[in-house]
T-cell receptor, first 108, second 111 residues
Framework: GQSLEQPSEVTAVEGAIVQINCTYQTSGFYGLSWYQQHDGGAPTFLSYNGLDGLEETGRFSSFLSRSDSYGYLLLQELQMKDSASYFCAVQAGTALIFGKGTTLSVSS | NAGVTQTPKFQVLKTGQSMTLQCAQDMNHNSMYWYRQDPGMGLRLIYYSASEGTTDKGEVPNGYNVSRLNKREFSLRLESAAPSQTSVYFC??????????FGSGTQLSVL
């Protein structure tokens, strides 16, 4: 089967950097994705790593190590609007399986 | 270009009633998914359809059925609703597997 582990909660202050880790166990791994979800909203795509290494998109970066079954999402220059839930997800065959999510609270 | 459209947005059912959640996408995507989201449980995959004409069970398929009516539409049916099916349901679609586009969700309460 598949499993993903990520911290349930992270807190930080505006302007800080935060890293959300994700470890996974799955068969037929293709890649690791990250999604953001604000309260009451739908998840929205942030980034995808199909190969080892770092992908950067503005203030957000995502990293993957396939040999360690590990990835992380790095959020820089945190803003209040970054307060949300963040989900890692793995492609397992033709399905996409999500972790339970990390709630990020950003304070001023 | 509406993206992924789900109906209804809210629904209240009595135990034992049936209903169908509708989902349509206008992005010509091959794959479509149904997830449920419960507090502290993340998004759990109910069923998915990798392409028109195929459907597969996900992590929590019991009590649900699906129909991939055509490339655009993927419906989720609850034959006999139970309180344990109270949840927020999301439909999603993707062309490949890297980036899912989600609908706005259906909040379902089963009394």
């Amino acid at each position: 089967g598949q499993s993903l582990e990520q911290p349930s909660e992270v807190t930080a202050v505006e302007g800080a950097i935060v890293q959300i880790n994700c470890t996974y166990q799955t068969s037929g791994f293709y890649g690791l994705s990250w999604y953001q979800q604000h309260d009451g909203g739908a998840p929205t795509f942030l980034s995808y790593n199909g190969l080892d290494g770092l992908e950067e998109t503005g203030r957000f970066s995502s990293f993957l190590s396939r040999s360690d079954s590990y990835g992380y999402l790095l959020l820089q220059e945190l803003q209040m609007k970054d307060s949300a839930s963040y989900f890692c997800a793995v492609q397992a065959g033709t399905a996409l399986i999500f972790g339970k999510g990390t709630t990020l609270s950003v304070s001023s | 270009n509406a993206g992924v459209t789900q109906t209804p947005k809210f629904q209240v059912l009595k135990t034992g009633q049936s209903m169908t959640l509708q989902c349509a996408q206008d992005m010509n995507h091959n794959s479509m998914y149904w997830y449920r989201q419960d507090p502290g449980m993340g998004l759990r995959l109910i069923y998915y359809s990798a392409s028109e004409g195929t459907t597969d069970k996900g992590e929590v398929p019991n009590g649900y059925n699906v129909s991939r009516l055509n490339k655009r539409e993927f419906s989720l049916r609850l034959e006999s609703a139970a309180p344990s099916q109270t949840s927020v349901y999301f439909c999603a679609s993707t062309l490949g597997r890297e980036k899912l586009f989600f609908g706005s969700g259906t909040q379902l309460s089963v009394l």
